[in-house]
């Protein structure tokens, strides 16, 4: 098995973040010392997650944002990473 890659510092923004594999990339993430900028709709998961990160030692930012908004679609500036995680539908 390879070498895992140190992602210390790196800047990195995750949608879908509230739940689901986003929220594990996330957590992951910032585990591993990146500068975590967590996006998704639903405030009240986002607040948990922060607070799950803080009770475990490391934080991550969040931010509530829908990806199909055209206003929410500058979060991503100023990151090194982007992981589209979140699932839309459409009719």
């Known amino acids: 098995m390879g070498q895992r890659r140190s992602i210390q510092g790196w800047r990195i923004l995750v949608t879908g973040a509230s739940q689901g594999i986003g929220q ?12 975590v900028l967590a996006v998704a709709r639903s405030e009240n998961l986002l607040h ?5 990160a803080r009770s475990q030692g490391f934080g991550l930012d969040v931010l509530v944002g829908d990806v ?3 206003q929410d679609s500058l ?7 982007c992981v589209a995680s979140a699932a839309w539908t459409s009719w």
């Not at 594990?24 to 500068?35: F, I, K, P, Q």
């Not at 948990?48 to 799950?52: I, S």
């Open 75 to 81: 979060a991503h500036a100023g990151r090194d990473h």
């Open 24 to 35: 594990s990339l996330a957590t992951e993430a910032a585990r591993r010392g990146a500068r």
């Open 68 to 70: 199909t908004s055209p």
């Open 48 to 52: 948990e997650l922060c607070q799950q």
